[in-house]
């Protein structure tokens, strides 16, 4: 399966973002819990270099909260700031709201030495498609923020939320293009969803969830589909025992084709849909921080 995808519109995308940044001190870069790692863009550093940054693990209610804690861990040793989060729920502003200002403590500290007090910190939100950039800036906005239009010697059209006193937010995300040279990447990225499903062959994207599952969570998949683990080879990834598992989920699942036979498209399809929703439980594909 090829899994490059690099619409033209992501050129546009990257000069955009790279205008933007020049207008904020903060870079909150969101990333996807389940594949921290993947669901960055590492053209980010280059283009937010200077800028104070804050990483946020979205979407951390479907992953494994053990993985979570570890990559929260790493990010930290790497020296940024960082926060686990679950965008469509607002009880992470405090939180963000805390981490906004360690990140732009040096800022805060340099504008009081020159007498200037009470400028807010200017920030923007990026990641790659679908990672929740909207979601937050909804959430965080909330309902009583103000939109403040342009302002003097800022690009015109931009248009600014006034969260608090202390912080104002681009309302426009900068949008990274998912990177996958390596194909494990490309498969990790399709499977969270970030990949439009028109391009993938479902079953085998289902194929490939359902190898790591056994080998990392095959507790999950035997209660949700109530079907036991084939015997498995040594295999990094058993794809022979995963497609003999969606084979059995399909009939499990009473997903048959008309003469009786098992509906392996529609299986992979609803199997998918039961990871990407959270009803596999919580499950990270990148389970382990690099060095762990
Ligand atoms: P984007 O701007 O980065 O492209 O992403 P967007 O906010 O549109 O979010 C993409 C999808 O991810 C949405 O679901 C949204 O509800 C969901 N989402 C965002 N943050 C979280 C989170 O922290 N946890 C969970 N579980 N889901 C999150 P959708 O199905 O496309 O839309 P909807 O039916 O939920 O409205």
């Known amino acids: 399966m090829d899994y490059q995808w690099y619409p033209g519109h992501m050129t546009k995308a990257r000069r955009m973002m790279e205008e933007d940044i020049r207008l904020v001190d903060l870079v909150i870069e969101l ?17 937010a270099g200077g800028k104070a940054r804050l990483i ?9 909260p053990a993985a979570n804690e570890a990559w929260l861990a790493y990010f930290k040793r790497k020296g940024f700031n960082a926060a686990l989060i679950d965008a469509r729920k607002r009880d992470f502003v405090r939180t963000v709201e805390a981490e906004i200002q360690k990140a732009c403590r040096e800022k805060i500290e340099r504008d009081l030495r020159r007498g ?11 990641g790659i498609p679908n990672v929740g950039k909207s979601t937050f800036i909804n959430s965080f906005a909330g309902k009583g923020a103000a939109k ?6 800022v690009t015109k059209g931009k248009q600014w939320i006034r969260l608090n006193k202390n912080v104002e937010l681009l309302d426009t995300p900068g949008i990274l293009w998912p ?10 990225l399709a499977a969270i969803g ?6 993938l062959d479902m079953g085998e994207l289902a194929v490939f969830l359902i190898s790591f599952l056994i080998r990392e969570y095959p507790g999950e998949l035997e209660q949700r589909y109530q079907v036991s683990i084939p015997v498995c080879s040594g295999d990094a990834l058993p794809a022979g025992e995963a497609a003999a598992f969606l084979k059995a989920a399909a009939i499990a699942r009473k997903c048959l084709k008309k003469g009786g036979e098992p509906d392996l498209e529609r299986a992979a399809r609803l199997l998918m849909d039961d990871f990407r929703s959270g009803r596999l439980g919580r499950i990270s594909l990148e389970k382990y921080p690099p060095g762990d």
């Open 56 to 64: 946020l693990l979205n979407k951390a209610d479907l992953a494994d």
């Open 148 to 153: 403040t239009g342009n302002k003097p010697g």
């Open 116 to 126: 200037i007090k009470n400028r807010p910190v200017r920030a923007m939100v990026a």
């Open 31 to 47: 990333t996807d819990a389940r594949v921290p790692a993947a669901g960055r863009n590492p053209d980010i550093d280059a283009m």
């Open 179 to 188: 990177k996958f040279d390596d194909p494990l990447v490309g498969r990790n």
């Open 194 to 199: 970030s990949i439009r499903d028109e391009i």
